[in-house]
């Protein structure tokens, strides 16, 4: 099976920076992806890895290690609006159509 | 506006009936998904389907069934067989491109009483 693990909660406060971990073993790698989720709502996109390193997008960059089958969100400049859950998504190769396989979440609130 | 739809947002049934999920998308996708939340979970795969008339059973397909009868369309039926069916549905959709992204409908909350 396919095993991919965050933390479930995270508290941080406003302007602040914080790092969201996601760890992966899975039969092989094609991709990674965040998405945010607001309770009640459609996960929305943020980010996906395919090789190392890290991309910026904005206050959110993601980072991806394959070799450590490891990667982060990162957010920056933190506002109100970033509490939500984020998903962490693998899809393993050879994935049917682009199957993705989720972690848990991470339950991230922000503090005035 | 190019989207999927689910309907309703909230769904209420009482214990024993089926009750159909309705998923449609207008993105010319050909891969659609049907997830599964409860609270403090990720997302667990139900059905999913590559093409029309053709689905795969995902993780957690017992108590469930769909069909897939046009492109647009990817109903998921929760059956009575489902033992604990109160949860909130996700649809999604693929492209099948080198994105590999997915898009998901706003989602349907079921209770079921």
């Known amino acids: 099976g396919q095993n991919i693990d965050q933390p479930t909660e995270m508290t941080a406060t406003e302007g602040a920076i914080v790092q969201i971990n996601c760890t992966y073993q899975?039969?092989?790698?094609?991709?990674l992806f965040w998405y945010q989720q607001h309770a009640g709502e459609a996960p929305t996109f943020l980010s996906y890895?395919?090789?190392?390193g890290l991309e910026e997008k904005g206050r959110f960059s993601s980072f991806l290690s394959r070799s450590k089958g490891y990667s982060y969100l990162l957010l920056k400049e933190l506002q109100m609006k970033d509490s939500a859950s984020y998903l962490c998504?693998?899809?393993?190769?050879?994935?049917?159509?682009?199957?993705?396989?989720f972690g848990r979440g991470t339950q991230l609130t922000v503090w005035p | 506006d190019g989207g999927i739809t689910q309907s309703p947002k909230y769904l209420f049934r009482k214990e024993g009936q089926n009750v159909t999920l309705s998923c449609e998308q207008n993105?010319?996708?050909?891969?659609m998904y049907w997830y599964r939340q409860d609270p403090g979970q990720g997302l667990r795969l139900i059905y999913y389907?590559?093409?029309?008339?053709?689905?795969q059973k995902g993780d957690i397909a017992e108590g469930y069934s769909v069909s897939r009868e046009k492109k647009e369309s990817f109903p998921l039926t929760v059956t009575s067989a489902q033992k604990n069916p109160t949860a909130f549905y996700l649809c999604?959709?693929?492209?099948?491109?080198?994105?590999?992204?997915?898009?998901f409908g706003p989602g349907t909350r079921l209770t079921v009483l």
């Open positions: 890895n395919v090789l190392d």
């Open positions: 993105l010319n996708h050909d891969a």
């Open positions: 999604a959709s693929n492209d099948g491109g080198a994105s590999n992204e997915q898009f």
């Open positions: 998504a693998v899809i393993p190769r050879g994935s049917t159509l682009g199957r993705l396989y």
């Open positions: 899975t039969s092989g790698f094609n991709g």
């Open positions: 389907s590559q093409i029309v008339n053709d689905f």
